[in-house]
């Protein structure tokens, strides 16, 4: 599914300091019953987020108002557990473009660039910052700047550089994805897949 | 001249790379793929939209197991959209021509019990599946690992994903197991020392006397668990017992094409002098029955220890204090005697025959705990039928145990079979996450044998106090 193209975002961001976020907190599996990629937003951590009943539990982050923005900054492991993808279209749907930790698990780092969520992993120190940062200032604006590979805390201008490869940087920077790429190889494929023994 | 020595995972990646990008992911050549219910629909949609066709039909194989009841199983299913999900893959299946082993199909059963015990799982092969235990496959001597709906799409659309390679780690257990020490305690054995982010980054190889001399499920059971510390999957080396546990099997090659397969899997060795990015040596006589106490399946320990304490874990004290607050513990608890409330064996990672076996081995002349709620859920149909022609069935009946139908069940509960809150399980299955087994839910994660343990004396119990000598 195409998404939108992501250069430059500066936004608040809201922070979420607690380790090994699995995607049945992101999203629970009771939830992953649709048949389309649609309204998964509503649900994004569900259990964390509302009662039993469905009244939203007021300690949890996203029922706070006073913090709000494109962007996730969660303690480290985030995005452990399950390939679900629904955890990403989830956070996407919510509203999220960017989620910044100072770890990923590797299933949720890909299915992530997929559908266009910039997973930006930080160092520890870096991390710490942007939380006291967002602390002493729930609106302090963070900038995600894709083509410098850089990450800056503006209040403060502390910066940091993430990485990302090449290629995956191009798809993210255009808009495309990688099945555009393997439709433009099917003959370099059919001929792999003659010589394969299963 | 010589050639670089090579790692078994090595071989098997490189043989399957189409092309190479700089600074990028491999496109990368999946010989089978396995879909179901949960994960596949969104991606039929995806082709649909961009108006694509299936490449290779005959490489991907559909089971329903996600959603699907493990009662009544004749019956139409009751929960609307899970039907809906189970249209959906039949429909999808059947428009693209794809083999597909829906509810009381015979074959039916959790998908990575049922593509290792039809054949369809080989050695060499590389296999990817919408779903992360499919590191289960890795026990044959394969890439397997679990993928997103978009790489489902890729798969469908061109037999291939973008991937770029893992780094290489190998972990030994060396030495004999003690009594009561099963594949599943090796497992969250590693998994309790390397945390459950450990492997992040690498395909982890086992190797060693202690998985050489394990049973094919045993070795599932491991490979099945490597993404609960982080791995992309996990690979064992395909021996004498892996052939002989292929031979025969429906879709397994026959004939002269056996003996050519035989000739090539024997070179799916690592070779001496073979480098890794990280190793790890442990000892088997370290290891004894395990049980996890929090929230992730690193947070796991021997049963007769006491839970730690923050600081001795390395973590961050307040995502630890979380955790255990979740599950009403404390540290320096012991987990012995820790009342459960329910017992859950099944699962893609235990809910193969050996492991009923071994239910049965504690349950046998008991009675099972008057308060304990057990689901006792095999993998498959065939797991089922074997279940009952070994005589095992009466042994569960007459200790007070009733058998269901197969399918993922309490392992995520996306049926009806859910632990209510506050309630406490000790499970076969793989994840202890919060609300994993639902909302509310208290999962602990152990063996065959300490779930049997607990569902005949109503507690946490060392499973080697109830065993013969
Ligand atoms: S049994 Fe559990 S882990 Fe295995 S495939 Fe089903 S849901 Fe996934």
């Not at chain 1, 480290?76 to 279209?89: D, I, Q, T, V």
């Not at chain 2, 939209?49 to 493990?70: C, I, Q, W, Y």
């Not at chain 2, 699962?347 to 239910?359: K, L, P, V, W």
Request: charged share 20%.
């Amino acid at each position: 599914m195409a998404y939108d193209k992501f250069t430059i975002l500066t936004s608040s961001a809201v922070p979420m300091p607690i380790e090994n976020v699995d995607t049945d907190q992101i999203i629970p599996a009771r939830f992953l019953k649709a048949t389309e990629r649609t309204g998964f937003g509503d649900n994004l951590f569900r259990d964390w987020r509302y009662n039993t009943d469905g009244t939203p539990k007021q300690d949890f982050v996203l029922n706070n108002s006073i913090y709000s923005g494109k962007i996730l900054v969660a303690g480290r492991n985030f995005g452990s557990g399950s390939s679900r993808e629904h955890a990403a279209w989830a956070i996407y749907d919510y509203g999220f473009r960017c989620v910044v930790s100072s770890f990923f698990a590797d299933i949720f780092k890909n299915n992530s660039l997929n559908i266009g969520i910039l997973p930006v992993q930080v160092s520890a120190e870096f991390l710490d910052k942007i939380f006291t940062a967002i602390e002493a200032d729930p609106n302090a604006q963070v900038e995600i700047n894709l083509p410098s590979q850089k990450i800056t805390i503006l209040a403060t201008g502390e910066s940091e550089s993430f990485d990302i490869n090449t290629y995956k940087k191009l798809n993210m920077t255009n808009g495309y994805d990688d099945i555009d790429y393997l439709q433009a190889m099917k003959g370099e494929i059919e001929t792999f897949a003659a010589k394969s023994m299963y | 001249m010589s050639q670089m020595p090579a790692t078994l995972f090595d071989k098997v990646w490189d043989s399957h790379v189409v092309r190479k990008i700089e600074d990028g992911p491999d496109v990368f050549f999946i010989d089978r793929h396995f879909i179901h219910e949960v994960t596949s629909p969104v991606a039929f949609l995806g082709l649909e939209s961009r108006k694509l066709g299936v490449m290779f039909p005959e490489k991907t194989f559909a089971t329903a197991d996600h959603n699907t009841p493990t009662i009544n199983q004749h019956l139409p299913v009751k929960d609307a959209l899970s039907a809906n999900q189970l249209k959906a893959l039949e429909t999808n299946s059947a428009k693209y021509g794809i083999s597909h082993w829906g509810l009381g199909n015979p074959k039916n059963g959790i998908v990575h019990v049922v593509g290792p015990e039809n054949g369809i799982t080989l050695p060499g092969m590389t296999i990817v599946c919408g779903d992360s235990h499919t590191s289960t496959h890795g026990a044959f001597g394969a890439i397997a690992f679990g993928i997103g709906t978009s790489e489902v799409e890729m798969v469908l659309s061109s037999q291939c994903i973008m991937q770029p390679k893992p780094k290489k780690m190998r972990v030994q257990v060396n030495g004999k197991l003690g009594k009561g020490v099963t594949p599943k305690d090796v497992t969250l054995y590693v998994i309790s020392k390397l945390t459950a982010a450990g492997a992040t980054g690498y395909f982890v190889e086992y190797a060693g006397e202690v998985f050489e001399n394990m049973s094919m499920e045993g070795r599932m059971t491991v490979c099945n668990m490597s993404i609960e510390m982080g791995a992309r999957g996990g690979i064992i080396a395909p021996d004498e017992t892996t052939f002989a546990y292929i031979k025969g099997r429906e879709k397994a090659p026959k004939g002269e094409a056996w003996d050519k397969a035989l000739a090539y899997w024997k070179t799916l060795k690592t070779d001496a002098g073979a480098k890794y990015d990280m190793e790890h040596v442990y000892d088997a006589a370290d290891i004894e029955p395990m049980i996890t106490y929090g929230t992730n399946p690193g947070m796991g320990m021997g049963i007769s220890q006491h839970i730690p304490q923050a600081k001795e874990t390395g973590g961050s004290a307040s995502s630890y204090g979380k955790s255990l607050d979740y599950m009403g513990f404390h540290e320096e608890d012991a987990m012995l005697g820790k009342k459960v409330d329910y017992v859950f064996i099944g699962s893609c990672t235990n809910g193969r025959i050996e492991d009923f076996r071994a239910f049965a081995s504690i349950v046998k002349g008991r009675k099972k705990a008057e308060h304990i709620t057990a689901w006792i859920v095999p993998g498959s149909h065939i797991v089922e039928a074997q279940i009952k022609e070994e005589g095992i069935l009466d042994i569960l009946t007459e200790a007070g145990f009733e058998l269901r139908q197969p399918g993922c069940s309490a392992c995520l509960a996306m049926n009806d079979d859910k632990v209510p809150a506050g309630k406490y399980a000790v499970s076969t299955s793989n994840r202890n996450f919060e609300g994993r087994q639902g909302p509310g839910s208290r999962t602990m994660l152990a063996s065959p044998l300490v779930a049997a343990a607990a569902a005949v004396t109503g507690v946490v119990t060392d499973p080697r106090l109830l065993m013969a000598d």
